[in-house]
């Protein structure tokens, strides 16, 4: 009985080791002259800023940014225009994906994501 417990137990944590999902973050924000894409690995508190690695307050930022992404909708568009602004954020979390995607339409609190790049020297 002992044994079959123990042996349950080393494979449970296997499988979970395998199969758990990290938390991730990417995002990205391009217009006519300027284009910016951030990787954020919570797990191992790393952040790369257009494939370099970049000093980022990484716990407060995710913080911030979760609340401000958690009222948009999953995708924006209007296709009226031809050149402007498109977006992305993508989160990885718990075994789910949340994506966030918008060009030339945006949320009502779109200007507190450009805040948060911006206070962060992502943008």
Do not use: C, R
């Amino acid at each position: 009985m002992i044994i079959l417990i123990e042996i349950f137990l080393i494979i449970s944590y296997n499988i979970k080791e395998v199969f758990m999902d990290k938390f991730k973050i990417k995002l990205g924000v391009s217009t006519l002259n300027k284009t910016i894409s951030l990787t954020i690995d919570y797990d191992n508190q790393t952040a790369e800023l257009n494939g370099e690695n970049f000093d980022l307050n990484i716990k407060p930022f995710v913080s911030d940014l979760t609340s401000i992404v958690s009222s948009w909708q999953n995708e924006m568009k209007d296709d009226s225009i031809k050149d402007g602004i498109s977006y992305f954020v993508h989160i990885k979390k718990d075994g789910k994906v949340y994506k966030f995607e918008g060009l030339n339409k945006f949320p009502n609190n779109f200007d507190e994501f450009m805040f948060l790049l911006e206070e962060a020297n992502v943008w």
